[in-house]
């Protein structure tokens, strides 16, 4: 768990968390250029919805296209490592243990953060909108 003050912005508090999501969504958009915001809005949206079910039962969600599915899986195992559920092998096939689990209502909140994300830049600049903007401070 993340421990937070209240006059703490929740960008500055969850930083790398926010990072860690957007590194795996610009990953994808690497593989597949074709990619587009409202297909990472599609497996962000399906992620938020299954994090929020899981406490009731419900099935996982599971966003309609291709391209979506593989975004909600590259996000979806860097949500269950950063919820110290399962381990994390970094480039050179090192294991990477969290350090500080999260809650899942910190990580909805991340993923929710995320949406709110894709929406500006999406508005603010087109299909690829957000996916250009992002692609700028991540490598």
């Given at each position: ?10 960008e ?8 860690n ?12 250029p074709?990619?587009n ?14 994090y ?24 979806q195992?860097i949500g ?24 899942v ?8 953060r995320?949406r709110?994300?894709i929406?500006?830049?999406n508005k603010?600049?087109g ?13």
């Amino acid at each position: 768990m993340i421990n937070r003050s209240e006059s703490e912005p929740f960008e500055e508090a969850f930083l790398d968390v926010l990072q860690n999501i957007e590194a795996s969504i610009i990953h994808m958009y690497y593989q597949n250029p074709q990619l587009n915001d409202l297909q990472v809005d599609a497996a962000i949206e399906a992620l938020i919805r299954t994090y929020q079910g899981e406490s009731t039962g419900q099935l996982p969600a599971q966003p309609r296209s291709e391209q979506a599915k593989a975004v909600y899986q590259a996000v979806q195992s860097i949500g269950e490592w950063r919820l110290g559920r399962q381990g994390f092998k970094d480039d050179e096939r090192r294991s990477i243990k969290v350090e500080q689990p999260l809650v899942v209502n910190d990580w909805i909140a991340c993923l929710k953060r995320i949406r709110k994300s894709i929406r500006l830049w999406n508005k603010k600049s087109g299909s690829q909108g957000y996916l250009n903007y992002i692609s700028h401070f991540i490598k």
